[in-house]
Every structure is written in structure tokens, then in C-alpha cells.
T-cell receptor
Framework: GQQVMQIPQYQHVQEGEDFTTYCNSSTTLSNIQWYKQRPGGHPVFLIQLVKSGEVKKQKRLTFQFGEAKKNSSLHITATQTTDVGTYFC????????????FGAGTRLAVHP | DAGITQSPRHKVTETGTPVTLRCHQT?????MYWYRQDPGHGLRLIHYSYGVKDTDKGEVSDGYSVSRSKTEDFLLTLESATSSQTSVYFC?????????????FGPGTRLTVL
């Protein structure tokens, strides 16, 4: 079945450093979503990418969707302590099963 | 957020007992979902609903059943809880009433099965 792999599992950075998490799907996706979950909290929707090669920015966050629509990345420039949390990608298949499949998440720790 | 509440927020139960978790939304959204979250697995879909009395299975539905007799309530039942069902359970809705758009999540229920 469809799988979404996300790396790294854990990233520890100093405040001000950049951070990137990568997401790869075993099948072509119709769209991909990104969520952030603060410790002890619930997932919060960040963005959805739909088009091949799409790039979207939200302040210091840059999201990309690969040309083949099988991979995606989230890049945070100059991390802040408020960026702490787990970032999940969630891909929606383009075939028979079209429910969201979540990656395992990347936990980001930011040290001042 | 999006008027989603879950109850109870925490529950400890024993193996073999039935457990029902409730998700309540105040905005009459059509689509509702139940996920479980476990370390190393992200969120996995258990069951979902696309309307009153319309439900279907997700990736990990074994051992779970759901019911939706009113638009605002989506119930998840563990008929006979097992230790492998210890998890954090999240309910979600599709705020735009389109399945292919974002989801908003409730605060979660932490369930421990001893």
C-alpha cells in the first residue's frame, strides 16, 4: 500500500540555524499537506501543495512539492524557539485509496 | 479550534473492557475522522464518516467500530480494549466540507489500556 517516509526523525539545532525535513511517497500524490504539532498539543494545518514543482512560503517557512509529485520538503530559515515541535507531512494518493497518509514526523528541538 | 471537543481527555482502562470515545463538533461539518497517534507512526486513520450513518474503514480499523447518529457527534468504540490500543486518539474534521482539503484536529484523548 501507499507509504510516506519522512526524514530525519529528530533534528536538534541552535537557534538561528536552518532546518529541513523531507517527505517521500512510494506512489504519486494528488496533494501533500504539512502539519505542526507542539509538545502535548494537536496537529495544526500549515499548508497544502497541489501542483507539480509548487513552492509556497509562509514567513520563514518554505514548502516544496517535487516535480514527480512523490516528494516534498519543508525548510525553516533561521529557526526560533517557537518553531519547536513535530512537523508531519501527509500525502493524499491519486489512486484508489485517497485518504491522507501521514509521515512519522520530524521532531525539531531548538536550543537558544 | 473549529469547535471540536473530545471526551474524555484521559482514560485508563483494563484489558477486555469496552471503551467509547466521543468527538463533538459545533459547526455541522460533513467529514469527520478518527486517528491514532503512536511514536514512530505519525497519525493513522482508523475510521471516517462522510455523513450521518455513513462511515468507512481506514488503515487500522481492526478492533474499532464507529457510529454517527447525529452530524455533530462521531463515536469511536473499542469493543474489548487491548494493550496494543494504548495510544493518543485524535478526531478531525474537514472544515471546507471537501475531503481533499485540510483537516482540523481536536485536542486528543490519551487512552491507556492496562
Amino acid at each position: 500500500g501507499q507509504q510516506v517516509m519522512q526524514i530525519p526523525q529528530y533534528q536538534h539545532v541552535q537557534e538561528g540555524e536552518d532546518f529541513t525535513t523531507y517527505c517521500n511517497s512510494s506512489t504519486t500524490l494528488s496533494n501533500i499537506q504539512w502539519y505542526k504539532q507542539r509538545p502535548g498539543g494537536h496537529p495544526v494545518f500549515l499548508i497544502q501543495l497541489v501542483k507539480s514543482g509548487e513552492v509556497k512560503k509562509q514567513k520563514r517557512l518554505t514548502f516544496q512539492f517535487g516535480e514527480a509529485k512523490k516528494n516534498s520538503s519543508l525548510h525553516i530559515t533561521a529557526t526560533q524557539t517557537t518553531d519547536v515541535g513535530t512537523y508531519f507531512c501527509a500525502g493524499r494518493g491519486s489512486g484508489g485509496y485517497n485518504k491522507l497518509i501521514f509521515g512519522a514526523g520530524t521532531r525539531l528541538a531548538v536550543h537558544p | 479550534d473549529a469547535g471540536i471537543t473530545q471526551s474524555p481527555r484521559h482514560k485508563v482502562t483494563e484489558t477486555g473492557t469496552p471503551v467509547t470515545l466521543r468527538c463533538h463538533q459545533t459547526e455541522n461539518h460533513r467529514y469527520m475522522y478518527w486517528y491514532r497517534q503512536d511514536p514512530g507512526h505519525g497519525l493513522r486513520l482508523i475510521h471516517y464518516s462522510y455523513g450521518v450513518k455513513d462511515t468507512d474503514k481506514g488503515e487500522v480499523s481492526d478492533g474499532y467500530s464507529v457510529s454517527r447518529s447525529k452530524t455533530e457527534d462521531f463515536l469511536l468504540t473499542l469493543e474489548s480494549a487491548t494493550s496494543s490500543q494504548t495510544s493518543v486518539y485524535f478526531c478531525a474534521i474537514s472544515p471546507r466540507d471537501r475531503e481533499d482539503h485540510e483537516q482540523f484536529f481536536g485536542p486528543g484523548t490519551r487512552l491507556t489500556v492496562l
